[in-house]
């Protein structure tokens, strides 16, 4: 942005010149000819009579006691695409009193560039090329106005160095004080200790302000060598320097390096004043010293010097810290019996120190004095008074005060007090008071936090009155009070969990999950109040939203309850989704508990009944390697491996027939045998039997028979006559087979010879044997 000021009338002209764009259009040409002209017109008043005369209104003045009072009004300003020009009113002569003249359309203008910008080369020309004319009363408004201590530092550097101004002892002061508010302590010292060079006197209202300065910022040391070398400096030490100096000193808790500068003080001839031993006193009542205390009291007195109110504020909070309080209520009738009207400094110190010992009558008391006397109570009187009477129970009179702050339209200064009456008044059973509480702070302007809510909702849930912790809930989540980052007083889980609960109960999940969610943006991650969400859905029939709050659970590394796992697999069995129910189920087993007969009995038939007959063999596994409700469940276990057998997954129902075996279970492979025969699965058969005459478990003979049968029948002589070699070789005996005769027969049709000779003479040796095992039944 260009600035074009009336003190160079050439210059800007070329500025803008250089500024234009490169284009053949004369129409632009024309136009800027047309802003020249008009700006010429301007800055010769005489050419143009209008402007003459506005220009030629009475000068306006400031204060100098307030250089900060807004008198004029804002420059003009045309925008000129990227640049700006500036017309002002011509620059005004100082009055004959001395006032500061009025430069507030400069530093104003001065303040927003500088406030806005980068300090750099180009903002300083921007500067230079609009102010006319320096003056310390601009400098010294800018100063005051700068929003940016950096800048405005630079910018009091830059106003001299470059010649434009030679700073005076304001705006020198100005400097320091800015300095030493920011704490940035080195620079102000420096710029003081410079000031002799610039030809300026020292000031002791300068040393003052950086003995202050360093003092705030916790350097004791510094402001004592500051005030050491004042006397070297030539500067002159009043009583303002002492006293700011033991202000520093006795907030540290230098009461005796307070005492030795008192002693130099006096000895140097300086009389200290009243607000010295105000001071004092408060120095070493802070530093718990009574007796030094007491005894400085006495120097003042013998001095001539009278108390004031400030005096006997200091002597009465200082008894009250030390729980003096018979000796506090002495300076407090002494104050009045010297008619000094006690301020509500006074009142309040004489209710803190009863409430410190427990004497809430007398605080009252004073309370009541004090508005009788028509001393109006501060935000530090109720502060003061609220707690103590919530903790001695008072809770009536807590109601009264609280009342009487809110019709006066007084805040505490400490928000803490709204939540100590909160949980006195739900302790003592007024849930109405405690809700007036809440109002009451909308009232001040107080904003309540989720920490509030929570103390009403716990404490409704434990009254049972549920619909009113429903009514502050919905404001709660419909405001998301929770959400709000600023605030520090959350919502405890002795208030969510309850709430949480009752919802879950009674069919209203959706709205304690709105609600947990939000917690849960807060890092809050309750096992109790997720479980519950878990429960609540599954009641409800939404499955689906539990098992969302599950993997939530899973993601956080919450700690999940069987009883939910349990409600969630029911309710997705309820809505008729096995494999959901089955897929809960594996997550409940991984978070390591074991479910119980029942409930496997559940998913298995689920999933048997909807045709799933392999995943629910998965699921018995399960239920077997667990040895959990076996035996119970042996009628299930026998469906699903004959259902396993008949569609042809023999390899899975032999693994689950050999774990069932191992952990002790035996299997009806007689009656499997039967129906897989019947059926004229052959194939199952064969591989069963083998699987039975393996492992040498007890078979009945038809079982073998029925088996053969069927292989003869469907034409797998092979096959029957291996199975019946392996019969033979365990001696099991089956010569008596009526179908031999045909296998031996098929057996040689189908010109496998050797074996049909084989078995026949296996039979024959077969049937001697047992012809020979019945004559010597015989002959016994």
Same mark, same amino acid.
């Given at each position: ?76 300003? /045309? ?188 000895? /140097?001839?300086?009389? $200290? ?219 405890? $889980? ?83 989704? $096995? ?65 396993? #057998? ?47 005459? /393996? ?22 002589? #092979?096959?029957?006559?291996?199975? #019946? ?56």
């Amino acid at each position: 942005m260009a600035f074009i000021s009336r003190s160079k009338p050439f210059q800007w002209r070329a500025r803008v010149y250089h500024s234009l764009p490169r284009s053949s259009d004369s129409s632009s040409f024309l136009s800027f000819s047309r802003l020249f002209s008009s700006i010429e017109e301007i800055q010769n008043p005489v050419a143009n009579p209008e402007i003459q005369s506005t220009d030629a209104a009475k000068p306006e003045t400031i204060d100098a006691a307030n250089p900060e009072t807004p008198l004029a009004a804002k420059p003009d300003t /045309e925008n000129l695409g990227s640049s700006t020009v500036t017309v002002g009113r011509p620059l005004r002569e100082r009055s004959q009193r001395g006032k500061r003249q009025n430069h507030e359309k400069l530093e104003d203008t001065i303040c927003r560039m500088m406030n806005s910008r980068d300090w750099t080369t180009r903002l300083q020309n921007s500067i230079r090329d609009l102010v006319p004319e320096w003056d310390h009363s601009l400098v010294y408004n800018v100063l005051h106005g700068a929003k940016k201590l950096d800048h405005a530092l630079q910018f009091f550097r830059w106003t001299e160095r470059s010649g434009l101004i030679r700073h005076d002892k304001e705006t020198h002061m100005k400097m320091i004080e800015m300095l030493g508010q920011a704490q940035k302590l080195n620079h102000a010292r420096c710029i003081l200790l410079d000031m002799p060079e610039k030809g300026l006197p020292w000031d002791e209202d300068m040393f003052v302000v950086l003995i202050e300065s360093y003092g705030k910022a916790g350097i004791v040391q510094e402001s004592v060598k500051i005030f050491q070398k004042m006397k070297e400096m030539g500067v002159e030490r009043t009583i303002k320097s002492y006293d700011t100096l033991f202000k520093v000193i006795l907030r540290r808790g230098r009461y005796m390096m307070a005492k030795r500068y008192f002693n130099k003080m006096v000895g /140097e001839g300086i009389e $200290p004043t009243r607000h010295t031993y105000n001071l004092m006193l408060w120095g070493f009542f802070l530093s718990l010293r009574l007796e030094t205390a007491l005894r400085f009291y006495e120097d003042m007195i013998s001095r001539g010097i009278s108390p004031d109110v400030v005096t006997y504020n200091t002597m009465i909070n200082g008894y009250c810290r030390f729980k003096k309080m018979d000796e506090a209520e002495k300076m407090f009738v002494e104050m009045k019996g010297k008619n000094i009207e006690p301020s509500v400094v006074s009142y309040t110190t004489m209710i803190k120190g009863y409430l410190a010992e427990g004497r809430v009558d007398d605080a009252l008391r004073v309370f009541e004095e004090m508005r009788s006397s028509g001393v109006e109570a501060n935000a530090t009187t109720y502060s003061t008074l609220l707690p103590g009477l919530c903790d001695a129970g008072k809770m009536v009179e807590a109601k009264n005060v609280l009342k009487s702050m809110m019709a006066r339209h007084i805040a505490p200064k400490d928000n803490s007090i709204f939540l100590k009456l909160l949980v006195s008044q739900s302790k003592a059973g007024d849930m109405a008071a405690a809700t007036e509480v809440l109002k009451a702070m909308a009232t001040l302007n107080v904003p309540a936090e989720a920490g509030h809510y929570g103390v009403l909702i716990e404490n409704q849930c434990k009254a049972n009155a549920y619909n009113r912790a429903i009514k502050l809930l919905d404001v709660l989540v419909e405001k998301e009070i929770i959400l709000r980052h600023q605030d520090t007083l959350e919502m405890e $889980p002795t208030a969510f969990i309850p709430i949480i609960e009752y919802l879950c109960d009674n069919g209203q999940t959706s709205k304690a999950e709105v609600l947990f969610r939000q917690l849960m943006k807060r890092g809050v991650q309750d096992q109790e109040a997720l479980n519950n969400l878990i429960r609540g859905h599954a009641k409800e029939g939404n499955p689906d939203s539990s098992y969302e709050i599950l993997k939530i659970m899973s993601r956080r590394k919450v700690p999940r309850e069987a009883n939910a796992y349990e409600l969630l697999i029911k309710s997705y069995m309820s809505k008729g989704e $096995p494999g959901d129910a089955k897929t809960a189920l594996d997550s409940m087993i991984e978070d390591g508990h074991v479910p119980d007969s029942s409930l496997f009995r559940s998913v298995i038939e689920s999933l048997f009944e909807d045709g799933r007959v392999q995943t629910a063999s998965r699921v018995m596994m399960i239920m077997i390697d667990k040895n959990v409700g076996v035996e119970e469940n042996m009628d299930l276990v026998g469906k699903i491996l004959e259902a396993l #057998l008949m569609r042809g997954h023999v390899e899975e129902a032999l693994g689950r027939i050999d774990l069932l075996n191992q952990n002790g279970h035996s299997v009806d492979l007689d009656r499997l045998l039967s129906v897989v025969s019947e059926k004229g699965k052959t194939i199952a058969a064969l591989k069963l039997l083998d699987f039975g005459l /393996e492992r040498d478990l007890s078979l009945e003979f038809s079982s073998y028979d029925k088996v053969l049968d069927a292989l003869l029948g469907a034409g797998k002589t #092979l096959n029957a006559y291996s199975v #019946l070699c392996k019969i033979m070789g365990k001696g099991s005996g089956v010569s008596d087979w009526k179908s031999c005769d045909e296998l031996i027969k098929s057996l040689n049709q189908e010109g496998n010879t050797k074996q049909a000779d084989v078995l026949s003479r296996m039979m024959k040796k077969g049937l001697g044997s047992k012809n020979e095992k019945k004559q010597s039944t015989v002959s016994l």
